[in-house]
């Protein structure tokens, strides 16, 4: 595995984990945009968002791909609330669900699911009839629950793979990242410019990846864990 830095200036500092060890990334401008596009083809399928809320849930660490999520969803009409993902926020998190039309709850971690619990709710009754992306333990623990659309968001070191409405595995940005498996291990690489570039980054995920279309429209490959 190897990270370069390049010639590109960063326009900001965010961070990714390097299978549990927190690292700096750099990006640009021009990667954050990329990332924008990348989500409008993902969500292109979810036609009735417009007028609608979308809870995003988070640190500073994940401002980098969160922020891009957030802008593409104000792209569709969507207005974006937050909370943080921290074991003490869960009662900001259920106001939030219970005052607002919200369609979208993102990302959910085992650590948000804590926080709902800590607050004295369910997080099962809480997401009804919403789109939940969830990583992770979370995703097992919400899986199989009647309605709630739950799909997976896969962190993959500096990058990610979101699941689309018409499931058959996570997206990721094939012209942004190469993402090769082998075994219990999923290599991530770096297709173009990047203010930090990645050779064959190592990620501890068994995975397979998936080709065929996606009947949503959006294009490239899929990972299936």
């Known amino acids: 595995m190897s990270e370069t830095l390049s010639m590109i200036r960063p326009s900001a500092i965010a961070q990714f984990s390097d299978n549990g060890v927190t690292r700096l990334l750099p990006i640009s401008e021009r990667e954050v945009n990329r990332t924008i596009a990348f989500f409008r083809r993902v969500l292109a399928s979810d036609w009735d968002l417009r007028g609608r809320f979308a809870l995003i849930l988070g640190t500073q660490a994940d401002a980098y791909f969160l922020a891009a999520f957030e802008r593409a969803l104000q792209e569709r009409g969507v207005t974006v609330c937050n909370s943080e993902a921290n074991s003490w926020d869960g009662a900001r998190t259920e106001a939030t669900i219970r005052r607002f039309d919200v369609a979208i709850v993102a990302v959910v971690t085992p650590i948000v699911l804590d926080a709902i619990r800590n607050a004295g709710h369910d997080a099962k009754t809480l997401f009804q009839g919403k789109i939940v992306w969830a990583q992770g333990d979370a995703y097992d623990a919400l899986e199989g629950t009647e309605g709630i659309d739950l799909r997976r ?73």
């Open 153 to 225: 968001w896969i962190p993959l070191g500096p990058a990610f793979a979101i699941e689309g409405r018409h499931r058959g595995g996570a997206h990721y940005d094939g012209r942004e990242w190469l993402i090769e498996t082998h075994g219990d291990t999923t290599y991530v690489t770096s297709r173009l410019d990047r203010a930090m570039a990645f050779d064959r980054l190592p990620v501890a995920l068994t995975a397979q990846i998936n080709t065929d279309p996606c009947p949503g429209g959006a294009l490239g490959p899929r990972i299936v864990l």
